[in-house]
């Protein structure tokens, strides 16, 4: 099986080709890597000098890279006070005023205060997303042993944040083509996730030269904890990708973990090592699973064609 070394903490009718890192036994191959760095240490606690805060964004500064944001009290630490913040270019670029927030606080060494692990808070958007977790893990459960869809079956619903924070579910795709992967932002194995990501641009461009207009490219994060919006933003930009029809997508670890279980991603950990396997697999216009491949050696061109034009 592919061993891929991540440390984590897990705390109708498109055509839709889904590339997926399936983690569980599966002997087609091996490979390992380990993290590029993770940063502080997610649990926002005193101990840990990260605190979880909630508040509303007052206003956004891009030439100092600060946001002036209301929030509420801290317990044990502070009072609910208006304060500016440090934000990295992805959560700036996310950033609008009067958009309710959650986030985890650290001290710099030289006194700014900055905010980390930034989340959409709007009641509507947290409830949409929450009612879809609570939905596909439902589903899941009451599909026991059957959680994994065969060839024939429809691929299941969702609900996440896009990299730019907005909500996007499944019923966004009806009418489009599309290509889903599961992928880490930090996974620094140019044979893995960069590859993956890569091919998905091949196939974007490929897609293009031969007219198929109604493509759209989904990529959901495998490390919910840390891939944000911000986090899956910068990550894109980084890669100078045309995000005007390729989305990264994050939420909620239950609903990540029950998609993944329905489309026979089996996550084990051993240690900081994530064992998965490639499978790569094509929905059809009506919505069902209509072509699998396992492995990792799939080409842009054999998926583009099977695509309509």
């Known amino acids: 099986m592919f061993v891929h070394p991540l440390k984590i903490a897990w705390n109708a009718k ?6 997926m890192v399936l ?3 599966f002997s087609l191959g091996t490979s390992g890597c380990r993290p590029e760095a993770t940063g502080p240490n997610p649990s926002a606690s005193s101990k840990s000098g990260r605190y979880a805060i909630r ?7 891009p030439d100092r890279s600060r946001l002036i944001v209301k929030h509420e009290a801290i317990p044990g630490y502070m009072p609910a006070m208006t304060m500016e913040f440090v934000v990295s270019p992805g959560d700036l670029a996310n950033a609008r005023k009067g958009q309710r927030i959650t986030a985890e606080m650290v001290s710099s060494p030289d006194g700014d205060f900055l905010l980390e692990r930034i989340w959409p808070a709007d009641p509507v958007a947290v409830a949409t997303v929450e009612s879809g977790a609570r939905s596909i893990v439902e589903e899941t459960g009451v599909r026991g042993r059957n959680a994994y869809r065969e060839v024939g079956e429809a691929a299941p619903d969702f609900a996440l944040y896009r990299q730019d924070g907005e909500v996007v579910t499944a019923g966004r795709y009806r009418g489009k083509q599309v290509m ?16 993956a990501v890569a091919r998905f641009q091949q196939v974007q461009q490929k897609a293009r030269e031969l007219g198929v207009l109604n493509l759209e490219l989904v990529s ?21 990708i045309d995000t005007s029809n390729y989305s990264f997508l994050t ?19 051993s240690g900081d090592l994530l064992n998965h396997t490639l499978a790569t697999v094509l929905i ?3 919505g069902k699973i209509a072509w699998r491949a396992d492995g990792s050696t799939w080409s842009a061109e054999e998926f583009v064609s ?4």
């Open 14 to 19: 498109p055509m839709v080709l889904v590339s």
């Open 23 to 25: 983690i569980s036994g």
């Open 55 to 61: 508040g509303e964004v007052l206003d956004v500064v």
């Open 180 to 195: 889903v992967n599961f992928i880490f932002s930090r996974c620094p194995v140019a044979t893995m996730c960069p590859a």
């Open 220 to 240: 959901i994060t495998l490390d919910p904890t840390f891939d944000t919006p911000g986090v899956l933003r910068e990550y894109a930009k980084a890669r100078m």
């Open 251 to 269: 939420g909620p670890e239950k609903a990540i973990k029950a998609l993944l279980a329905q489309f026979g991603v089996l996550a084990e950990f």
């Open 284 to 286: 059809d216009e009506t």
């Open 306 to 309: 099977r695509m309509k034009r």
